[in-house]
């Protein structure tokens, strides 16, 4: 039944009142203002359109209880029962303003992450045995709360155990001069004439970190806990839409400059971690090539500053990790991490950085030419084109202006370059590309295809279908667009645009990232202390109708990356939204790859075959894949330490035949090193040329055949919005 305004303005007035008196942390008055706009603004802005109801009301529940307890191991069953009566509340709850339900359920879980403190205190001061065989389950979010009490202290033994044994693991394999469970970087340490510090016991390491849990749990404040519940709404429609409390903009700003001041990273929380999203070219983590060094999907769990003792960062608000993470220029930086190809977290290894300031000049598209033997003829002259970004200076839109910048100008720039050498095909490195800006796209498109849509854009008024309008084309020649698991956004609507042309074949990772749409942010009324409200509003479409969006863009040939087996794509996220497909725009494809792409996979898998060092990246990514579907581990300290040794030999061969060459080939950390991917991408590329000796006189004669001009302006008509 719903209250009236009277009722609600007697519960705003009633319960901050009632918190303070039980020493908790209590909801300002106004707070119920912000839950009621939202619930009205956020159904009719989202492109879903979807209301307000009992199906948002049980996804806002689940999304609140796993943010405070993402792995079921503070709350009981009888404590889920107790909250159970809210489940299809929320709904009416939210448009009434009432918001109790976030603040009684964090106080309990405040209750609860105590009560753990002090179980943890109790096992470390009895000590375990290791030589009894015993398993972890780390996989813990999808299955029941615990029962009861014992149970629940069972399941805590073994969550402690585990991380007790994983230090012990650390030191031993340290101790004994391997580069494993534990692993860092050699760089000297600062002069300093101070004591060296006493070592922390492995009781110590683990009883501060637990400490700091509570610690940080204890000290948020009410507008944490309304910005947790009120994000856990606007994730029920999808999890890029966010409420934004204000002193959430910095995060915000730090993500939109694409930078983490200081490392170069966009870092994102989860489960209690700042995890890498990616890195930003040219900055330290991305300039980086030593063998033990930061990658897109690591979990950053403890900083230190220079020599001094690290300190633990799980369960900090991001924009507090953000600032221990950050410094000035010049200083060093030490992070210990678990590592995203390790996501059972039986290794952590520590990286040191020095921070300093992204360098532009690492972001810019680049041009290498090699010569390929491929299928038993003469080599071929063939162009590598790594675009790590697209980029572009909006403020300094003419060609003119000194601050003048764009990836496609750069790109058409270094595809004149590649034809005054005579390269016969490009392999286009779209690798760990998160997207950029959606006109830059567009215009590279243009760059390959002669006139027509690249994208369609679906809004709340209706589609809009973007086009290329240039008619010229500046490369005809064969072309492979390498993408991973990280190609995101701009760089799938690039890639699929090629393929569905008919001008390129896809090769990477099974898939691209799969993020298909576009948010947009306000403010939630004219007050700013209510703060913003950030909602997906736009989807993006290929132009054969189908959605980019989970989908991503499928790989004509699978070259897998270590990324392919890891939670990092769209459809990892919980509820995710989905798009069924649309009518398809009307284009010319100018030329057919079935047959072609056919035979370049089996041309590609024979070789592979008879290839040992790929045989050995099959090998890695086995491994990893293995881990990832991994349910428990072991805690016994004789299978654990087995278990650490082979992640060291797994850790070392993805070294030597990954993105980089191992040492000795790479005394410089040249990032033109070999690459196992791009090398194998170029001798398809090579057999693409061989096999397809007509597509550049094909694509040329077809347009030169057709009166451009018109047929430009009738598509316009056709298809213009």
Request: aromatic share 8%; proline share 6%; charged share 30%.
């Amino acid at each position: 039944m719903k209250r009236g305004k009277t009722s609600r303005l007697l519960i705003a007035a009633i319960l901050p009142a009632a918190f303070a008196m039980c020493g908790e942390v209590a909801p300002e008055a106004y707070y119920g203002e912000i839950a009621q706009k939202m619930a009205k603004e956020l159904p009719r802005d989202h492109i879903s359109r979807l209301q307000v109801d009992d199906t948002i009301s049980a996804r806002t529940w689940t999304n609140y209880l796993s943010s405070l307890d993402f792995d079921r191991v503070f709350f009981t069953a009888n404590d889920i029962r107790d909250f159970e009566p809210r489940l299809l509340f929320l709904d009416d709850e939210l448009k009434e303003g009432r918001i109790d339900f976030a603040y009684l359920v964090y106080s309990r879980f405040k209750t609860r992450v105590r009560e753990r403190y002090e179980a943890t205190a109790a096992l470390l001061a009895q000590g375990f045995d290791f030589g009894k065989e015993e398993y972890y389950v780390w996989r813990r979010h999808n299955l029941p709360w615990p029962t009861d009490r014992a149970e629940q202290d069972e399941t805590w033994r073994l969550r402690i155990k585990n991380e007790y044994v994983r230090e012990l693991v650390a030191r031993q394999m340290a101790t004994n001069g391997a580069q494993t469970a534990s692993t860092t970087n050699a760089v000297p340490p600062a002069d300093t004439n101070a004591p060296p510090l006493k070592p922390k016991t492995i009781e110590e390491v683990i009883l501060n970190r637990h400490k700091q849990t509570l610690t940080v749990f204890e000290d948020n404040d009410a507008e944490w806990v309304l910005q947790r519940f009120l994000s856990a709404f606007a994730h029920a429609y999808d999890p890029h839409s966010d409420y934004m409390a204000p002193t959430t903009a910095e995060d915000f700003e730090i993500e939109m400059k694409l930078s983490l001041c200081g490392i170069g990273a966009v870092l994102m929380p989860e489960d209690g971690a700042a995890k890498i999203l990616r890195l930003i070219p040219g900055g330290p983590a991305d300039r980086d090539k030593r063998p033990v060094r930061l990658q897109p999907g690591d979990k950053i769990i403890a900083v230190a500053q220079g020599d001094d003792p690290a300190v633990d960062i799980l369960h900090w608000p991001l924009n507090k990790a953000v600032g221990i993470i950050r410094g000035e220029k010049g200083t060093r930086v030490v992070l210990t991490a678990i590592p995203a190809s390790d996501p059972t977290e039986t290794t952590i290894k520590k990286v040191d950085l020095i921070r300093d300031d992204v360098r532009l000049e690492d972001q810019e598209a680049k041009l290498r030419v090699e010569e390929v033997k491929a299928g038993g003829v003469p080599p071929v002259k063939l162009g590598v084109l790594t675009v790590p970004a697209f980029y572009a200076n909006m403020k300094a839109r003419s060609k003119q202006s000194p601050e003048f910048k764009s990836v496609a100008t750069d790109v058409e720039g270094l595809l004149k370059q590649a034809l005054s050498q005579d390269v016969k095909g490009l392999v286009l490195d779209l690798r760990n590309n998160g997207g950029g800006a959606l006109l830059e796209a567009i215009r590279m498109t243009g760059l390959f295809i002669r006139v027509g849509p690249v994208v369609m854009v679906m809004e709340s008024e209706g589609t809009a279908v973007l086009p290329d309008r240039d008619s010229s084309v500046a490369f005809a020649r064969p072309v492979v667009v390498l993408v991973n698991r990280l190609s995101a956004s701009a760089s799938e609507i690039f890639a699929a645009a090629l393929q569905d042309y008919g001008r390129a074949i896809v090769m990477g990772d099974t898939k691209t990232h799969g993020k298909g749409t576009v948010q947009s942010i306000k403010p939630i009324g004219a007050d700013p202390q209510f703060g913003s409200l950030k909602t997906t509003s736009s989807l993006f479409f290929r132009i054969t109708g189908r959605s980019t969006q989970l989908d991503g863009v499928r790989s004509d040939i699978v070259l897998s990356s270590p990324f392919d087996f890891m939670e990092l794509g769209e459809d990892s996220l919980p509820n995710p939204l989905r798009a069924l497909p649309i009518t398809p725009a009307s284009y010319h494809s100018f030329y057919s790859l079935g047959d072609t792409a056919a035979e370049l996979k089996r041309l590609f898998a024979e070789r592979c075959s008879a290839d040992g060092r790929y045989l050995a990246y099959q090998r890695v990514l086995d491994r990893v894949k293995e881990l990832n579907k991994s349910a428990r581990l072991p805690l016994k300290l004789e299978d654990r330490m087995a278990l650490a040794k082979m992640e060291k030999e797994l850790s070392s061969m993805e070294d030597g035949i990954g993105r980089e060459a191992p040492e000795e080939q790479n005394p410089d950390g040249n990032e033109n090193a070999p690459d196992l991917v791009a090398e194998e991408a170029l001798r398809v590329l090579a057999d693409f040329v061989r096999l397809c000796p007509d597509m550049e006189s094909n694509i040329l004669e077809d347009r030169a055949a057709l009166d451009l001009s018109d047929m430009l302006q009738n598509w316009l008509r056709r298809n213009m919005m």
